[in-house]
C-alpha cells in the first residue's frame, strides 16, 4: 500500500526567505509524485509532478522538486517566497500516471511580512 | 472555460437526511474522483470512476454511493447523513497525470 507524510504541518516563514516543505512517501511500486496547492475557499491547482526522467521538477510560481528514491522523498522548495505563497500544500503519490492520488496530511505555508 | 463545478456550494443536513451533490466536467475527462477533505488528513478518496457507467470504491466508501450515468457527470449520495460525514467535499476530474479540482462543497451535518 502506498502512504504520504509531510513532516510539518505548519512552515512560518518571512517574506523573500527561502523554504522547503518535506514529503516522505512509500510504495512497492513505480511512484508517481505531485504537489498541489489550496488557496482559501478553493479547489487544489497542480503544482508540479515527477513521472519520469530528471529528479529536479521544476512547477509553477517560482517551485521546484527533488525526487530522491533512496530516502523515498520529494521536498517542495522556493528560492524567495512572496506573500501570495500562503497557502495549503498538499504532496500526493500515485502508482500510475493516470490514476487515483494519495494524498498526505498538507503543509499551512505562512510567509509573513 | 468552466472546468469542474460542483453544486452546491454550502449545505447543512440534518441527521438521518439525504442528499446528492453533484460534479460537472466540460473537459470530457474519463476519470472522476470524489474526496473529502478534513482537518489534519489531506484529501481522502471516496469513490471514483474511469468511464461513463462504472464507478469504483476509494479509501473511504462507506455511508456514500455514486452514479456516473453521464461522462461529464459524477453524482454522489448520502443515504442517512451522520455528523462524522461533516466536511468539504471535493469533486475532481482528469484524463492524463493531471487532476482538476472544483471549489468544494461544505456540507454540515447537525
Known amino acids: 500500500a502506498q502512504s504520504v507524510t509531510q513532516l510539518d504541518s505548519q512552515v512560518p516563514v518571512f517574506e523573500e526567505a527561502p523554504v522547503e516543505l518535506r514529503c516522505n512517501y512509500s510504495s512497492s511500486v513505480s511512484v508517481y509524485l505531485f504537489w498541489y496547492v489550496q488557496y482559501p475557499n478553493q479547489g487544489l491547482q497542480l503544482l508540479l509532478k515527477?513521472?519520469?526522467?530528471?529528479?529536479l521538477v521544476k512547477g509553477i510560481n517560482g517551485f521546484e522538486a527533488e525526487f530522491n528514491k533512496s530516502q523515498t522523498s520529494f521536498h517542495l522548495r522556493k528560492p524567495s517566497v512572496h506573500i501570495s505563497d500562503t497557502a495549503e500544500y498538499f504532496c500526493?503519490?500515485?502508482?500510475?500516471?493516470?490514476?487515483?492520488?494519495?494524498f498526505g496530511q498538507g503543509t499551512e505555508l505562512s510567509v509573513k511580512p | 472555460n468552466a472546468g469542474v463545478t460542483q453544486t452546491p456550494k454550502f449545505r447543512v443536513l440534518k441527521t438521518g437526511q439525504s442528499m446528492t451533490l453533484l460534479c460537472a466536467q466540460d473537459m470530457n475527462h474519463e476519470y472522476m474522483y470524489w474526496y473529502r477533505q478534513d482537518p489534519g488528513m489531506g484529501l481522502r478518496l471516496i469513490h471514483y470512476?474511469?468511464?461513463?457507467?462504472?464507478?469504483a470504491k476509494g479509501e473511504v466508501p462507506d455511508g456514500y454511493n455514486v452514479s456516473r450515468l453521464k461522462k461529464q457527470n459524477f453524482l454522489l449520495g448520502l443515504e442517512s447523513a451522520a455528523p462524522s460525514q461533516t466536511s468539504v467535499y471535493f469533486c475532481a476530474s482528469s484524463a492524463g497525470s493531471r487532476q482538476h479540482f472544483g471549489d468544494g462543497t461544505r456540507l454540515s451535518i447537525l
Open positions: 500526493a503519490v500515485s502508482d500510475n500516471q493516470g490514476g487515483k492520488l494519495i
Open positions: 515527477y513521472l519520469s526522467g530528471s529528479t
Open positions: 470512476s474511469v468511464g461513463e457507467g462504472t464507478t
